[in-house]
């Protein structure tokens, strides 16, 4: 990722995301990944068969990661596990909510002006303009 989409103040969407998902041939459903205490939204993955079966075993948010095809951890490489709670599936069976707990300084692979890591990665209000704010979740 760029600086400039992860700290910008231009919005920069990426329209082509799921085009670029559906190209890989992998087989995954959408994942939000909420604070069960707080209700904000951490971080949105997805997740296939192995990632769903590691998210129970190892009681952590797992995702598959599109973009190096390969199982990911959230925290195994920072120390910023997600902690399962629950999981749950919406009516049509084809995304996942994961609701977890912080057991680190965030979740978000960005740091913050003190340089630690971000709560969660929706640190930016979009204004109708299409310039970004920075604002932190108040839940």
């Given at each position: 990722?760029?600086?400039?989409?992860?700290?910008?103040q231009?919005?920069q969407?990426?329209?082509?995301?799921?085009?670029?998902?559906?190209?890989?041939?992998?087989?995954?459903?959408?994942?939000?990944?909420q604070?069960?205490?707080?209700?904000?939204?951490?971080?949105?993955?997805?997740?296939n068969?192995?990632?769903?079966?590691?998210?129970?075993?190892?009681?952590?948010?797992?995702?598959?990661?599109?973009?190096?095809?390969?199982?990911?951890i959230?925290g195994a490489?920072?120390?910023?596990?997600?902690?399962?709670v629950?999981?749950?599936?919406?009516?049509?069976q084809?995304?996942?909510?994961?609701l977890?707990?912080?057991?680190?300084?965030?979740?978000?692979?960005?740091?913050?002006?003190?340089?630690?890591?971000?709560?969660?990665?929706?640190?930016?209000?979009?204004?109708?303009?299409?310039?970004?704010?920075?604002?932190?979740?108040?839940?």
């Amino acid at each position: 990722m760029s600086l400039e989409i992860e700290e910008g103040q231009r919005l920069q969407l990426d329209f082509g995301k799921l085009l670029k998902v559906a190209k890989t041939g992998a087989e995954v459903v959408p994942v939000v990944a909420q604070d069960a205490d707080s209700g904000e939204i951490l971080i949105i993955g997805y997740a296939n068969q192995l990632a769903l079966e590691t998210t129970f075993k190892e009681r952590k948010a797992t995702f598959w990661s599109t973009s190096r095809n390969e199982l990911w951890i959230k925290g195994a490489t920072s120390g910023d596990y997600l902690e399962l709670v629950e999981v749950r599936v919406n009516c049509e069976q084809n995304s996942l909510l994961y609701l977890v707990r912080l057991a680190g300084t965030g979740s978000c692979h960005t740091k913050d002006a003190a340089g630690q890591a971000r709560h969660g990665c929706y640190y930016r209000v979009v204004n109708p303009d299409g310039t970004l704010e920075f604002r932190e979740f108040a839940g």
